[in-house]
């Protein structure tokens, strides 16, 4: 894989690209060079990106939601990414304080930067490109909770629904949290009920990628319920892989066939040991597995999967 990104470096030199596209591919390797340095002592901690609005004002009641949340969420161990500018990106940092904090910031002329709460913290980088920014702050984090917000934070939510739906982002709780009484995250879900589904644009069960509420208590409890049995994914060729705390009897591995069987390229869902590939990079060995040959599409019907074998425990 090094040899890869050296191959292509040289490449890209070697086709001569003019000025601006080689300053753009210069810096967007630099700007991840250094957002990987930040991550790197932490890739074993979850963490929980919160998006939403930066012109949200400390009284507003989405602010103290962010807040709670963020707190919540680092009494269970879990770091908060943000944006680290004001408003909403504040508000999550405060919740989880300076050393659960990891902030990815955007250069902007109208923003002075970094917040009070993270400025100056080695867990915080800037970044000049957003798509940079963005891959960031979907690629390390195992949970989203998205608050009401604008352009940037529609753009970054319907990006992480599309991922997730396209298979290109492992599967996710993703939280809209709205405040009490406050109908934003439901006009948006009425816009995709009633325009996306209604016009076959997207599958019903893709409203299924998100959950609505304007509770933190509910929120938390959808995130820890989503990896209670649950734990990680990795494609193995052309089978899916699913690691689990407790894995399926005789009756759950039947039910999970009957119900998810046009999941299914071909065979069946069968119980599994850890792979030859999984076993050279000590992949979560000690889990229970289940594989199958997945179509790679209905992704969906994936976290249904997942909502299934978390029922197990119970």
Not at 159 to 181: R, Y
Not at 295 to 305: N, R, V, W
Request: with cysteine; hydrophobic share 40%.
């Amino acid at each position: 894989m090094a040899e890869s990104l050296v191959s292509e470096a040289l490449g890209l030199i070697t086709d001569q690209p003019d000025t601006l596209d080689l300053k753009i591919a210069t810096a967007a390797l630099t700007e991840m060079r250094a957002a990987y340095s930040v991550f790197a002592p932490f890739k074993d901690q979850r963490k929980v990106s919160i998006f939403g609005s930066a012109r949200t004002r400390p009284e507003d009641p989405l602010y103290a939601q962010a807040r709670e949340l963020a707190e919540a969420m680092a009494h269970r161990g879990w770091m908060t990414v943000t944006g680290a500018g004001p408003g909403i990106m504040e508000a999550g940092m405060e919740g989880a304080g300076r050393d659960m904090s990891i902030g990815v910031s955007i250069r902007l002329p109208f923003e002075s930067g970094a917040n009070s709460i993270i400025a100056g913290d080695d867990k915080h980088v800037s970044m000049k490109y957003f798509f940079t920014r963005k891959l960031m702050l979907i690629k390390e984090s195992q949970a989203f909770v998205c608050l009401p917000g604008g352009f940037g934070t529609l753009d970054e939510m319907f990006e992480l629904l599309t991922l997730t739906q396209t298979g290109k982002g492992l599967p996710v709780p993703i939280i809209l949290l709205d405040a009490l009484d406050d109908p934003y995250w439901e006009q948006v879900d009425e816009l995709v009920r009633n325009q996306l589904v209604a016009r076959g644009l997207v599958s019903p069960v893709d409203t299924g990628l998100y959950t609505i509420t304007d509770s933190c208590q509910v929120a938390c409890a959808v995130i820890d319920r989503f990896y209670s049995n649950y734990r990680s994914i990795r494609f193995i060729g052309d089978r899916l892989v699913v690691r689990m705390a407790q894995g399926p009897d005789d009756a759950q591995l039947a039910a999970l066939n009957d119900r998810f069987a046009h999941l299914l390229a071909s065979g069946s869902i069968d119980r599994a040991e850890p792979t030859k590939l999984e076993v050279r990079d000590d992949d979560h060995l000690d889990l229970d597995r289940i594989s199958f040959d997945f179509t790679k599409h209905g992704y969906g019907d994936l976290i249904a999967m997942i909502g299934e074998i978390n029922t197990w425990l119970d």
